[in-house]
């Protein structure tokens, strides 16, 4: 018997589409994630505060408020590349919009939740 504590890995979610976000958000929560979630860059950046640095970071990009490349922006300048990020978007060039914002990989909508969970896997923090 093992009684050391299992850390669970944590995932900010950052989606503006919330039947989107509750998918993925439960989901992840099915395979044992930790999950925090935010509705645009701005909400996350507030989040950020307090919760601590995620192990990775699902960013939408087409958001109100706050979008996705601001929000990269933003968070590479004030927390440098201490979470890697993961783009999730519809757009063809997905590609592309990963390497714009220094993402470390993407995941284009609609997903295969397989896919999806392969993907962070091999960028979470390790
Ligand atoms: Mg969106």
Redesign the pocket.
Known sequence: MNDAPFIKKKILII???KDILFTLKDFLESENYLVLTAENGFEAMKLLQTSGMPDLILL????PIMNGWEFAIEFLDKHDHQSPMVVITAAADAEKRAKDISAVGWVEKPFDLEVLLKTIKRYEKK
């Open positions: 989606e503006d589409e939408d990009m087409k958001m």
